[in-house]
């Protein structure tokens, strides 16, 4: 079946330039989760959201940064005025399991990501 | 900071077992210890996880030490296809907020 998929999947923006980030989990997840993955590093937890609801943003990495998931469904991450260390690689997943009960991390399935180059 | 550490780069012949250590001295009682791998250019994969006891699963074999401060994580029979950046990671079933740390970069060779 379809798994979660990113677009675009390589993005070039010129630094003060906005940048939208979309994710499409897998149909029927519940949780959605942004992640923020710099060059050699693990990933580092961003935000979930339960169905449209953002229910943790305490790893956005500042006021630039905004994620939302109006329909429950397919998310956006954006951010605003660029700068050079938001280059990194932005990876969504989705979890079938609803928030109040065990979040495994096993059930989460991430996406391919999407690589954000600021000049 | 990482929970875990782990050695940042192993190398294992194709057909042998690779095996992965990982140190987590402070772990508390009830977190799991989870494993994860990421192959290049792609997000990453659930592999195992493991409490107490050993586990194991079609991709791979947990190890927890009794005192449950360090694990293995064995592929039994490394593939070219098993290169890749494998993280350890403990945390609570019940939360989402994962450390996932820099991991360990297996490279499989023929």
């Known amino acids: 079946g379809a798994g979660v998929s990113q677009s675009p999947r390589y993005k070039v923006a010129k630094r003060g330039q906005d940048v939208a980030l979309r994710c499409d989990p897998i149909s029927g997840h519940v949780s959605l989760f942004w992640y923020q993955q710099a060059l050699g590093q693990g990933p580092e937890f961003l935000t979930y959201?339960?169905?449209?609801?953002?229910?943790?943003k305490s790893g956005l990495p500042s006021d630039r940064f905004f994620a939302e998931r109006p329909e429950g469904s397919v998310s956006t991450l954006k951010i605003q005025r660029t700068q050079q260390e938001d280059s990194a690689v932005y990876l969504c997943a989705s979890s079938l399991v609803a928030g109040g009960k065990a979040v495994k991390l096993e059930t989460q399935y991430f996406g391919p990501g999407t690589r954000l180059l600021v000049l | 900071d990482a929970k875990t550490t782990q050695p940042p780069s192993m190398d294992c012949a194709e057909g042998r077992a690779a095996n992965l250590p990982c140190n987590h001295s402070?772990?508390?009682?009830?977190?799991?210890v989870y494993w994860y791998r990421q192959i290049h250019s792609q997000g990453p994969q659930y592999i195992i996880h493991?409490?107490?006891n050993n586990e194991t699963n079609e991709m791979a074999s947990l190890i927890i030490t009794e005192d449950r401060k360090s694990s293995t994580l064995i592929l039994p029979h490394a593939t070219l296809r098993d290169t890749a950046v494998y993280y350890c990671i403990v945390g609570y079933s019940g939360t989402y907020k994962y450390i996932f740390g820099t991991g360990t970069r297996l490279k499989v060779l023929a």
């Open positions: 402070t772990i508390s009682g009830n977190e799991y």
């Open positions: 959201f339960q169905n449209e609801a953002q229910l943790d």
């Open positions: 493991g409490l107490k």
